[in-house]
Structures are given as C-alpha cells and as structure tokens.
C-alpha cells in the first residue's frame, strides 16, 4: 500500500549520509529533512518507496536537547546540513559513523576507532570558497538540491575576505564567469579565480581594483577557461605552509590545484599519517594517490625515499616543484593511474610504508592486489568516504593485514565530510 500523503509521528534516531533525519513509522524508515536525532516529529510522507520512504516535517514535536540555533543566517544553502547540531553531537556522530562502516561494511567486530580529533574553534577555516554565478551577475552558493542562488552573507566556515571579494564581484560582475573561486594560503596571500565556459573576458580591470580592496594581501587573479588558466594579474599561485610534528614544508597553490581546505586539520591529518607511517629514517615511502605530493613530502624528511604517483598531470608537476622549493631530493612524483603505475613502471620495488589517499571512490581493486605484493609493513589509509574505506580495508585484511587502528578527523565542521586515517600492519 502507497502511504504517500500520510501523516506519521517519528522519533528520530540517527542521520543519513545526505543529511536528513532518520526514524520509523509502523516498520518503515522515513527519512525527514531538517530532523535531528533526539526530535520527534509530525511528517508527511512524500515518497513511499516500499522499503523505506521520505518525507517533511511539518511540527517539531519535540526538540532534542543537541538542537541549537544555527548560526548562520542562510537556511536554505546545502552546504552545512549539520549547521543545528550542537558540535559536540556532530562529532560523536562522525565517530559513530566511522565506527558503523567498519562494521558493518568492512566486518571488524570490535574495530579500534580513536576519538575523533575536533577543533577548538570549527569557524572560518575553508581556505577555498566557491560561488557559483548567474547572468547578470548575481552571486551566491547553490541552496540544496537545487541551482536556486540564496544568500552567502553570515557564512561561519569561509575565510572572512571570501565575503568581502563575493560582494566585490556583486558590485563589479563580469559577463561569462560562472564561479567565482577565492583561496588563501596561511601565508595570508589570496588569489580570485575567474571561471567561464571558453566566452571571452571584457571589462576585468574594475573587478580586479574591487577585489585589491576587499583583500588584505591578493596576489593573483586567474581566469580558468576549461584546463587553460591566464593570469589576470599578479602571480599564477600563492604560497602555503603545512605543519606536522615531524616537519614544515611550504607549498605552492595554483587556481586548479586539489588542496586540502583546513589547514588547522590538515596538520592534524598528516600529523596522524606520520605517526603510523612508523618512521626512523631507513624506509621507503609509496605515495599512491598523492595529489601534489604533500603528505609524502611531509615524511620525506624522516625516511630514506619517497615515490608519488598522482594521474593529474599539473598535480605531479605541482609535486616536483614542491620538492624542489623545498631542498627534498629524495622524493619523486610519477604521473599515471596508480593501479597501472606501480605494477608497470615500480616493478620490483619495495616499500616498508604504503601511504594511500584516493578520491571518494576509493582504491581499485587491482592497485589494493599490487599493494598486498608489494607486502608493505604498514599501509596509512587516508580516506574521505567511511563507506569506501571500509570495503577497500575489508579487502587488505583477506590479503593478510591487520587494522590496527583508525581516528577521524574533523576536516569539515558543520557539514557531513568525514576524513580519517587507519593503520594496517601485515
């Protein structure tokens, strides 16, 4: 029987990875919108999809005792849908989270999950911002689920001056851009991506006056069209600096470089990466997925050899050029996909550590089989996706590893990203 259009009363008991509220009707799991563990709400079901159904809240019945005002003033932008979730509840639910994955889909019955590393103050901390742009320039985020614009003003995770250049654009807007993207290194340096649809760019000079004004330090101004980047003015990149316990290594970011957002959590991630890699000077480090070689940069200082593979090509460059800016002379960045690299070109090669960190897919099958042979003593598994985690360690301990142990981090406050970095030994 169809129960859509049905009123039902729900309690609340967990969140779903797309953020909405999850309790039971008569049986059935009903997945509400803007609901929070601890609520009981009167919905309505929307969609009956037999084995589970979807559904509006309608009366907030109850509260529960994690729900707080949210902060920011924007309620329809999609962006951080755990914005009414006291923070302490959004990090034991992560926790929880990685926790389930893992044993639920992985199958480690007690599997060791070290308290979650949170931030003392989860404000301000995305270094890169991203606006999306309509004709006529109207400026704005993406409100959920949709392509509707709604208001920016009152974000609590962006850099402060990502605002300030958002309202120099709304006064200055430039025919063709669709994004407007704002990064900033810690060194304070700010960088405007101007991106369009191969339309080219008239009238910038203004744009790029307004953004100098709405920026402490702005060092570059980049138009992207497609993989093409000109600069506009100043510098094709900004320096950054990553801080671990082991070393400092600066970087250098591009308009198009992949680089984490939090730079407080991603000292603390690589924090964590080193301390598993084991370190004392002797070992040989395979950096699978590398991106711009940062996290193996960080190690290299404390092993005797590091080896990237990355298959974005301005990725292995931008690599090779953190190397070289850095003195590091034992560390090398090969382009390709890591599961055709490693058993084509590093045949032979030994590894004591494996360190991956793939997209949210996670890791081939066959790169997880090149692994196994290689027979690291340790692989560091940074991941951004619990679920593909758990499956890709699932696979590891059928080829004779052990999961040691796993700590999530909050690299993402308020929103529903989960990263964490786990610990196998053969």
Same mark, same amino acid.
């Given at each position: 029987?169809?129960r859509?259009?049905?009123?039902?009363?729900?309690?609340?008991?967990?969140?779903?990875?797309?953020?909405?509220g999850?309790?039971?009707?008569?049986?059935?799991?009903?997945f509400?919108?803007?609901?929070?563990?601890?609520?009981?709400?009167?919905?309505?079901?929307?969609?009956?999809?037999?084995?589970?159904? #979807?559904?509006?809240?309608? +009366?907030? /019945?109850?509260?529960?005792? &994690?729900?707080? %005002?949210? *902060?920011?003033? $924007? =309620?329809?932008?999609?962006?951080?849908?755990?914005?009414?979730?006291?923070?302490e509840a959004?990090?034991?639910?992560?926790?929880?989270?990685?926790?389930?994955?893992?044993?639920?889909?992985?199958?480690?019955?007690?599997?060791?999950?070290?308290?979650?590393?949170?931030m003392?103050?989860?404000?301000?901390?995305?270094?890169?911002?991203e606006?999306?742009?309509?004709?006529?320039?109207?400026?704005?985020?993406?409100?959920?689920?949709?392509?509707?614009?709604?208001?920016?003003?009152?974000?609590?995770?962006?850099?402060?001056?990502?605002?300030?250049m958002?309202?120099?654009?709304?006064?200055?807007?430039?025919?063709?851009?669709?994004?407007?993207i704002?990064?900033?290194?810690?060194?304070?340096?700010?960088?405007?991506?101007?991106?369009?649809?191969?339309? #080219?760019?008239?009238?910038v +000079?203004? /744009?790029?006056?307004?953004? &100098?004004?709405? %920026?402490? *330090?702005?060092? $570059? =101004?980049?138009?992207?069209?497609?993989?093409?980047?000109?600069?506009?003015?100043?510098m094709?990149?900004?320096?950054?600096?990553?801080?671990?316990?082991?070393?400092?290594?600066?970087?250098?970011?591009?308009?198009?470089?992949?680089?984490?957002?939090?730079?407080?959590?991603?000292?603390?991630?690589?924090?964590?990466?080193?301390?598993?890699?084991?370190?004392?000077?002797?070992?040989?480090?395979?950096d699978?997925?590398?991106?711009?070689?940062?996290?193996?940069?960080?190690?290299?200082?404390?092993c005797?050899?590091?080896?990237?593979?990355?298959?974005?090509?301005?990725?292995?460059?931008?690599?090779?050029?953190?190397?070289?800016?850095?003195?590091?002379?034992?560390?090398?960045?090969?382009?390709?996909?890591?599961?055709?690299?490693?058993?084509?070109?590093?045949?032979?090669?030994?590894?004591?550590?494996?360190?991956?960190?793939?997209?949210? %897919?996670?890791?081939?099958?066959?790169?997880?089989?090149?692994?196994?042979?290689?027979?690291?003593?340790?692989?560091?598994?940074?991941?951004?996706?619990?679920?593909?985690?758990?499956?890709?360690?699932?696979?590891?301990?059928?080829?004779?590893?052990r999961?040691?142990e796993?700590?999530?981090?909050?690299?993402?406050?308020?929103?529903?990203?989960?990263?964490?970095?786990?610990?196998?030994?053969?």
């Open positions: 029987m169809d859509t259009g049905e009123q039902v009363t729900i309690g609340i008991t967990d969140i779903s990875t797309q953020g909405e999850i309790g039971k009707a008569d049986g059935l799991a009903v509400a919108a803007d609901a929070l563990p601890g609520d009981r709400v009167l919905a309505e079901i929307t969609e009956d999809k037999g084995r589970f159904a #979807k559904a509006r809240v309608l +009366e907030l /019945l109850e509260r529960s005792p &994690d729900r707080v %005002a949210a *902060d920011c003033p $924007s =309620v329809q932008c999609g962006g951080c849908a755990l914005r009414c979730l006291r923070y959004q990090l034991q639910w992560k926790e929880n989270f990685v926790r389930g994955a893992l044993q639920r889909i992985g199958g480690f019955d007690d599997p060791k999950v070290q308290p979650i590393r949170g003392e103050h989860p404000y301000d901390y995305r270094n890169k911002v606006f999306a742009v309509e004709k006529g320039g109207r400026i704005g985020y993406y409100a959920a689920g949709s392509h509707t614009l709604c208001d920016y003003h009152g974000c609590r995770i962006a850099f402060p001056e990502a605002i300030a958002a309202d120099a654009f709304a006064a200055h807007p430039v025919k063709g851009v669709k994004q407007m704002f990064r900033r290194g810690s060194s304070g340096q700010t960088m405007a991506v101007l991106a369009s649809d191969k339309q #080219k760019l008239t009238h +000079e203004e /744009l790029i006056y307004a953004l &100098d004004d709405a %920026a402490e *330090d702005l060092r $570059s =101004v980049v138009w992207v069209d497609g993989a093409k980047s000109t600069v506009l003015a100043g094709p990149i900004i320096e950054d600096t990553i801080t671990t316990i082991l070393s400092t290594i600066k970087v250098e970011v591009g308009a198009q470089s992949f680089y984490q957002v939090n730079p407080a959590q991603t000292s603390v991630l690589y924090s964590l990466a080193q301390q598993y890699a084991g370190l004392t000077g002797s070992e040989s480090v395979l699978l997925y590398c991106g711009a070689g940062s996290i193996g940069l960080s190690m290299a200082g404390s005797r050899r590091v080896i990237g593979v990355e298959a974005v090509k301005p990725a292995v460059i931008a690599a090779n050029r953190n190397a070289v800016i850095n003195g590091i002379v034992n560390a090398e960045f090969l382009c390709g996909k890591a599961e055709e690299v490693v058993p084509q070109k590093l045949q032979g090669v030994k590894a004591d550590v494996v360190v991956l960190d793939p997209p949210r %897919a996670g890791c081939k099958p066959e790169l997880l089989d090149t692994v196994a042979q290689i027979a690291p003593k340790r692989i560091v598994y940074v991941s951004c996706n619990p679920a593909t985690l758990a499956r890709d360690l699932k696979i590891l301990a059928e080829k004779g590893y999961l040691k796993c700590t999530p981090v909050d690299m993402f406050p308020f929103t529903l990203g989960i990263e964490s970095v786990s610990l196998l030994t053969r």
